[in-house]
C-alpha cells in the first residue's frame, strides 16, 4: 500500500458507526449466530429499523448499498433508503423493547435502533470525493 493510498484510507469517513451498547450486543449474538448481517430497508414501522440476520440467511444485490460495518459485520441499507439518509451518519443504537421477530436481537428483548447526525461540510466533501458507496451486488458480504 502506498502512502497515498494509506492516507486516503485513513481520510475516509464512515457511513455507519455503532454505540457499546449495540458493539456489545453484537458480540453476543455473533457468539450465538455465527456471522451476521445488516439491513435496513425502507417503510415504515419494523421495515425502517435496521435488522439483523445470520449471515447467509439474507440476499443483498444491485438494489442495496454497501454502508459499512458495525462490530465487524456488514450493513446494508436499501437503495431507495439511502437517498434519504445519505447526507447522514448512521448510529446503530440498541434499546429496551422487541423489534421485528426477524431480526435475531429480538429473544433478547431489545431491539436495533437507527440514530443518525447530518454530516459536515468537510465531511460531504471527503464523501463526494470517494464517489458513491458501492451496491451489494458490487461488495457482496463475505461468509
Known amino acids: 500500500m502506498t502512502t497515498e493510498t494509506a492516507e486516503k484510507l485513513e481520510s ?3 457511513r455507519v458507526s455503532c454505540t457499546q ?8 449474538l455473533v ?8 439491513h435496513q430497508s425502507g417503510g415504515c414501522c419494523d421495515g425502517s429499523a435496521p435488522m439483523c440476520y445470520p449471515r447467509g440467511e ?7 448499498v454497501y454502508m459499512g460495518e458495525i462490530g465487524g459485520q456488514p450493513f446494508y441499507m436499501g437503495r431507495s433508503q439511502f437517498e434519504y439518509w445519505q ?6 443504537d440498541v434499546v429496551p423493547g422487541r423489534g421485528s421477530g426477524f431480526s435475531v436481537e429480538s429473544p433478547e428483548g431489545v431491539r436495533f435502533l437507527t440514530r443518525s447526525r447530518i454530516y459536515t461540510d468537510a465531511e460531504n ?3 463526494d470525493a ?12 463475505s461468509m
Do not use: M
Not at 451498547?21 to 453476543?28: Q, Y
Not at 447526507?87 to 446503530?92: E, G, M, N, V, W
Not at 464517489?131 to 458480504?141: D, I, K, L, R, T
Open 12 to 14: 475516509q469517513v464512515s
Open 21 to 28: 451498547a449495540a458493539l456489545d450486543l453484537i458480540n453476543k
Open 31 to 38: 457468539g450465538i449466530h455465527g456471522p451476521l448481517l445488516f
Open 58 to 64: 439474507f440476499k443483498v444485490g444491485a438494489q442495496d
Open 87 to 92: 447526507h447522514t451518519h448512521l448510529i446503530i
Open 125 to 127: 466533501d471527503e464523501l
Open 130 to 141: 470517494l464517489g458513491p458507496p458501492p451496491s451489494g451486488a458490487e461488495h457482496p458480504p
